[in-house]
């Protein structure tokens, strides 16, 4: 009976509340944004800062989905100072920009930004799908400043067997013709393309919620992860014309081929402990396609985490809490960069000055575009 | 077990089956490159409707609609470059301090 009421209510339910856990916007360039998460009461624990680099297709709050189900809300309860990148929504004027403006430019900026008042100007840096390869690239040009890497869910080789290397690699397929006309190319595009993946999943998810419909805490969930599934954003066209050509056609990053504002990025040159997380039935990152990381590193800590699970699943919900964050959090504490004698104790990120109250993500519909 | 549960257990095997079938169909190139072709050649059209309307506003003496993306992503860039001046100041004085 919970069930059928809780279905027919799914009309008048309100909209799940996303992105929760309290940030600042501690920095702003064009479209993107750095956020820094309230530290919690009792100040931080630990001083190496950490930065979340999502993904640029999706939206950052999959890493703060709601309490409870957040990662970000988890790392700052353990007692780090956390920061996270929102990409923004480009504007037509961002088909211009460049592979190399987000990944040299922007990416190295959120590093520096986030490292400022760290010792040694370190952050552990973790990627998530496009953004564990985006920082991936960055970290093996510039190594400096990072005291630990994950890359989670990270595609490194592109070229497999699976569905978008074959779709990006066909013959009819004209990335130039694509991003020419298109300028940023439409969110709409690149969903149809993981729907592809697996084009029984809408069905098998209706049937999962109708299965599950009694359970309130499971439909906020699924609601909420749908929320942000949904509301993807458009991706740079140059930027795409580069990831296209030269990570999926050329399989540049791996072969050492690929260069970063014309400098070769060379994986031998990630040296800091380096941890790569893969899932087993992640059917848009495969698991080999993630792993050949720790193959081609140059780091001497090298680990390898393999959980079951799928792509966004398996990072966001309740069994993640039990299983994954604290798997990696126990990496963080393990690299956490020593502070030298006499350097004050951590400072709680709510006693840093001018940063403005974030925003709630905002739903597509409801954004203004340029 | 109810009818519900033994319905959704045909469901998932049926899912299963289906959805590894259809990702062999749509991963053979018969498929894969009519549907790139159809993409190229939408994205061919556009272009020249595109072409079409900015030669008109260019007729008539105004900025199209690429001159002021080119033109915001000019500010843009600018708006870095001020950014990147800034962190090598701080970098500047930092040292000398």
């Known amino acids: ?370 | 077990m109810d009818l519900w549960d033994s319905w959704k257990k045909g469901f998932d095997a049926w899912e299963n089956r289906t959805a590894a079938l259809m990702e062999q169909v749509l991963k053979s190139e018969s498929v894969l490159m009519p549907m790139g072709a159809l993409l190229t050649a939408t994205m061919k059209a556009k272009a020249a409707s595109d072409k079409a309307i900015a030669e008109t506003w260019e007729r008539m003496g105004l900025p199209t609609r690429r001159d002021q993306e080119r033109t915001l992503h000019a500010l843009n860039q600018i708006q870095s470059r001020l950014i990147d001046l800034e962190e090598k100041l701080d970098a500047l004085e930092k040292n000398r301090n």
């Open chain 1, 1 to 370: 009976m919970k069930r059928i009421t809780n279905l027919l209510g799914l009309l008048t339910r309100p909209k799940p509340q996303v992105g929760l856990t309290p940030a600042d916007e501690v920095f702003a360039e064009n479209k993107w944004r750095l956020l820094r998460y309230r530290a919690r009461p009792e100040g931080l624990a630990f001083h190496t800062p950490i930065l979340l680099v999502p993904s640029l297709i999706n939206r950052h709050y999959v890493l703060d989905l709601m309490p409870g189900k957040s990662f970000a809300e988890y790392l700052v309860a353990q007692g780090f100072d956390v920061f996270c990148i929102d990409w923004g929504t480009p504007g037509d004027e961002d088909r211009f920009v460049t592979f190399d403006d987000v990944v040299d430019g922007y990416l190295g900026r959120a590093i520096r930004q986030a490292a400022r008042h760290a010792p040694g100007e370190q952050v552990h840096l973790l990627g998530y799908c496009m953004g564990g390869s985006l920082a991936a690239i960055h970290a093996a040009v510039h190594p400096d400043r990072l005291a630990s890497f994950v890359a989670l869910a990270a595609p490194v080789r592109f070229k497999d067997d699976g569905l978008l290397s074959r779709w990006t690699n066909t013959r009819g397929f004209d990335v130039d013709v694509l991003v020419s006309a298109a300028g940023n190319v439409p969110w709409q595009l690149m969903q149809s393309a993981f729907h592809l993946l697996r084009p029984t999943l809408t069905l098998s998810k209706a049937v999962m919620l109708i299965d599950r419909a009694w359970n309130d805490e499971f439909l906020d969930g699924f609601l909420a992860l749908e929320t942000w599934g949904n509301d993807n954003v458009s991706l740079p066209g140059e930027f795409y014309r580069t990831y296209i050509r030269a990570l999926y056609q050329d399989d540049g990053l791996v072969s050492g081929r690929f260069a970063l504002r014309g400098r070769k990025v060379d994986l031998k040159n990630l040296t800091c402990p380096t941890l790569a997380v893969t899932f087993e039935h992640d059917s848009i990152v495969p698991a080999a396609s993630a792993a050949v990381l720790l193959e081609v590193a140059g780091a001497k800590v090298k680990q390898h985490l393999h959980l079951p699970g799928g792509h966004v699943g398996a990072v966001v919900s309740k069994h993640a809490a039990k299983t994954l964050w604290p798997q990696l959090t126990a990496f963080f504490v393990q690299h956490e960069v020593r502070a030298k004698a006499g350097t004050p104790a951590p400072a709680k990120a709510t006693e840093k000055p001018a940063a403005k109250k974030v925003k709630r993500p905002v739903p597509r519909e409801g954004r203004a575009r340029s």
